[in-house]
């Protein structure tokens, strides 16, 4: 039996002459992240990859595919993935391998139709002749089953393209979204919280490639809670591929925040050094956006005035991909993804150490800015960016950890 994996496009299909780059980019993601399994081949053509297993048993080759399956369903710019029987293109030949490869599926099912995509018009039999002739001898194999076009428990797809036919069953659906690093680099600011790993998740979908910055404030803040947003981004590399990290010493700059402004002003005044830190490691690594995990009214610091204070120190365009999000959608999502284990841990952030007791919820930028004049932190702001250490997390080796 020779068995692949077909993987459609989604949107990308629709993106013109830039269609190009884009499948490179998707392929160079799907072979990344199934080199660490096996080898396999890869050819495109008509919106589809096709993936096959270079093995020398269908046993071997069948554990290939099972492996790569749940990969792929993590890959953004894949709509559908189904796995698929090869044939020649010859009717006879399809029929006498699809019969027995359809075991599985049609003998848990009642109703089941076939569809045929004839993109090889020089095929010698029509589309319906295709459906209702094979359908016809799956009845004949299968006679507990009865045809139902409009909601059959099994849909049996036919594709006869350029060089063979393919036989399958079972259409899953893709991640979706476009292939991570079509729309260029952006830089995440990741607490260890619920919130900031599903923004990465939400804007990798969207083809960009996350870098990550974390701001840590020992000894408030312990190892422990570093390595908890560690972990986060090892949990995230099947999403959004490797991911470079930075963990940024803030401690000093959140001393002289307590020690020189007005408490009313700590959280805003964080936030805003935060996002110029972020601004200046985001130019330094090609990074075109910053992404945060705020949600419009979550917390005193993301209401509309407290955003466009800290908005008015950022350099580069600042996307919220959970603004309009409510927790519960939000949690969703993390458990999903399954950062939201990790992201309930109980350990301290640097917010958390320094907050305010009655923060004010509609600070004005002249007012912070002047609050925040009260000492120079231009000096501490270029320390902080000269002594971020920086990491990779890499898929494969977040596997080799078991994630
Ligand atoms: P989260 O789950 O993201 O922690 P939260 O409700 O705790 O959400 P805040 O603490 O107000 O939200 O932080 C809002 C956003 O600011 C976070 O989503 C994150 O993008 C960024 N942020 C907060 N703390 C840090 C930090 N220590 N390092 C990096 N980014 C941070
Ligand atoms: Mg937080």
Known sequence: MREIILVKYGEMALKGQNRSTFEDVLLRNIRYRLKQIGKFSYAKAQSTIYITPESGSDESAGELLDAAMPRLKKIFGIAALSKALTCEKDFADITERAVPYLEDALSHAKTFKVEAKRSDKAFPMKSPQICAELGGILLEHYPHLSVNVNEPDVTVTVEIRDTN???????????????????????????????????????????????????????????????????????????????????????????QIQRNCPEEYFTIIMRRLMMEIACRLAERDDCG??????????????????????????????????????KVEIVDLARKIDTFDISIQPYEDCCTVFTPRHPKLRPHPEDVAAAQAEFDFAPLVDEAVLHAEKKIFAQHISEANGF
């Open 165 to 255: 036919a393919y036989v399958h069953a079972a259409r899953e659906k893709g991640a979706g979204g476009l292939p991570v690093g079509t729309a260029g680099n952006a830089m995440l600011l990741l607490s260890g919280g619920i919130d900031s790993p599903v923004a990465a998740y939400m804007m990798a979908k969207r083809g960009l490639r996350i870098t990550a910055c974390h701001f840590a404030s020992p000894p408030y803040t312990s190892e422990r809670a570093r390595l908890k947003v560690e972990q986060l981004c090892e949990k995230l590399t099947p999403w959004c591929g490797s991911i470079a990290f930075y963990c940024v010493p803030f401690t000093e700059i959140q001393e």
């Open 289 to 326: 956006a910053i992404v945060t995990g705020e949600s419009l009214g979550q917390v005193a610091s993301q209401t509309l005035p407290a955003l466009a204070c800290t908005d008015a120190v950022a350099t580069m365009p600042v996307l919220r991909p959970l603004i309009g999000m409510d």
